[in-house]
Structure formats: C-alpha cells, structure tokens
C-alpha cells in the first residue's frame, strides 16, 4: 500500500466531509420530535466512504435512514445510544456499526488523534446487493432486517475486529479509490464492501458462537439453519457422516419433526420477514431461499402460509 497516497486520500475525504449533507432533519416518533439524518450524500452513488472530521463537540442525538459502518482506523470516540446513558468508547480496531433508524451521538475528544473510516450503504441497496450473500448467518441476518420490521430499533454492532489485517486493507483500498473517483467507482466498491461485510460475517460469528451441544440432533438442527438456502438430507448425512435414513429417524425421535419440515420452517420465517421488509422481488428471494424457481416457493409458502407472497405482503 502507497502510504503516501493513503495519508493524502484520508486527508481529502476529511476536508469532503463537511461538504456531504449533514442537515439535521425534524421527524415525529412516537408524538416525539427527533432529528434524522438522510442520504448525505449524491442519490446516484449507493455506497459512500467517508473519513468524519469532529470539532470535538457533542452530536446531538439522531437517526439515520441508511446502514454505517464506522471502523476505528486510530484512536477512540464515545457514542450515546438513545436513552443518553448508555455511553460506549470505540476503540481502535473496533467496529461500530447501526441499522437504519437506530440512534447514537458521537463524540470525539481528539481529531488529531483519531481516524473513523465509515462506509455508508442506501438500505434499498444493501437489502438488493448484499443482504443475499449474507443471509446464512441468521443473528446477523436478523441484525440487518430489524430496521424493516421494527421500525425504530436501538441495536448495533460493536465489537474489536481481532484479525483485521484484510479488513484494514479493504478500507484503504476504498479510501484511495473513493478519493480518487472515476466513473467506474461506484461498480468497483460494490465487490470490495461485499468483501468487507463478509469479513465482519466472520468476525461476528467468531464472537457469538453459541456454545457446541453435544446432541447430534441440536448439531443437525443447527447445521440445516445455517445452510438453509443449500442443504439436501443427502449433503447433511454427508457432513456428520451418517447414513440419510438414520439422520431423518433421529431427528423425527428427538426433535419431533422431519427434515423437510424443518427446513421449510427456516425458509419460511426468513420468506416473512424478507416480504415483509425488503423490495427484494419474489424471484430474488426465493432463490435467497434455496428454492429452484419461483413456482416453487409460491407453493411451499401458501401451503404454510395460507396467503400468496404477494397478499402476504399486502
């Protein structure tokens, strides 16, 4: 990496961030007046890096109408979620990430001193883009799809990226490529973000690995929840080395259900929850969910549902 060109690429999107759109826009909650930010920056561009310059005072309290990604590049800052007394110091190589409608203020002590590098997403893009790649991983899926189901969420993503050689070097590029615009910009972050969400996939997954059960049929159930869009009983008898027959009497004794139920569960919650809060298609989602061809899904969803996608949608 040019360290030269990086140092300068950080410094020009530092003097840029004031000249994004950073106007405080009034919205009722709840009878409540808050402050929103929207899309800072040109519609036509999905993806935005930026690098924030403070003036080391208090942000007042707000919302977002797209997804952030903020990595501490350098030193530290404080955020205060919503009820203003849950304060959190990000550390360097931290990330610290929100949904859409989810509220912080940030805080930072010492510019001089601290780098936040941020990515920014249009939801409408994230869900288009990059919510398919990343829907295997069902706390993180949940994560991303809270802002569609509960409108207003507090959560978000903090956490010390432990290996984050890939992830550093995935912003740099993005942060020289960004400063350095062309027409094909925009084209080129698209692989380069897809890249760095999956590196935070892993990251999260290595941090919240629920504890192994030594059930096989917990393992199972597990397995197939995770591997929903692409599991086939012969493909799990396969992984934990079991004939087919004998995984499918296990899991009927023990679990009370056979595989191609639970499976079709899994799809079927993550079917309600994409129709209900994304503008993914029918045919998008239904190959998110493993199936062959719409037609498919159509079936097993009114079967289960007794709606179509389209009036439960409605």
Known sequence: MNSKLLKSSINYLQSQFSTL?????????????????????NIAEEIIICVPKSNC????????????FNYT??????????N??????????????GQPFAGHALCVHDPQETIIIGVLIQKDTFFRSFLPMLSSNSKLFRFFLDPVTEKFTEEFLHFKIEDDDIIRTLLEIMVIEYAQKKEDTQMLLKPL???FLIQI???YNLINSEPISTKLSDKLVQYIGTHSDTITLQCLAEYFSYHPNYISTL??????????????????ERAAVLLKGTTL???????????????NFYKAFKNYYHLSPREYHK
Request: hydrophobic residues 30%.
């Open 201 to 203: 996939a892993r990251q």
């Open 21 to 41: 759109n950073w106007i405080y826009h009034d919205f009722l909650n709840n009878d409540k007046t808050e402050k929103m930010y929207y899309w800072p920056g």
């Open 281 to 295: 298609s029918i045919e998008k989602i239904a190959l998110m969910l493993g199936y062959s061809n719409s037609s």
């Open 251 to 268: 899991l009927q004794k023990e679990i009370g259900k056979s595989f191609s139920r639970i499976l079709l569960e899994y799809r079927m």
């Open 193 to 195: 973000v897809l890249y």
């Open 84 to 97: 203003y007394n849950n304060k959190i110091t990000i550390y360097e190589k931290e990330l610290y990430a």
């Open 73 to 82: 590049y350098k030193g530290n800052y404080d955020s205060l979620s919503y």
């Open 57 to 68: 005072e208090q942000e007042l309290f707000h919302r977002h109408d797209f997804f952030y």
